[in-house]
């Protein structure tokens, strides 16, 4: 299956919907760990680099089709 742009912003939307779940649950769970507070918003920053690439590979995958 060849991806696209949407589906990149889909896993995206998804899985930032699953991080703030994570974060409530630290935050519920784990008040007062900072680390795993930090943790948190690593993934964060995780999923928008790996998000990046992907858009990235796509555009020049589709340059290359072209």
């Not at 742009?5 to 008040?31: F, G, H, Y």
């Not at 918003?41 to 590979?57: A, G, K, P, R, T």
């Amino acid at each position: 299956m060849i991806m696209g742009k949407s589906d990149v912003k889909r896993i995206q939307t998804t899985l930032e919907v699953v991080t703030d779940n994570l974060d409530d649950l630290v935050n519920e769970l784990l008040p007062d760990n900072y680390d795993a507070k930090e943790l948190v918003n690593h993934l964060y920053y995780v999923i928008n680099d790996v998000c990046s690439v992907l858009e990235n590979e796509i555009q020049i995958r589709n340059k290359v089709l072209k």
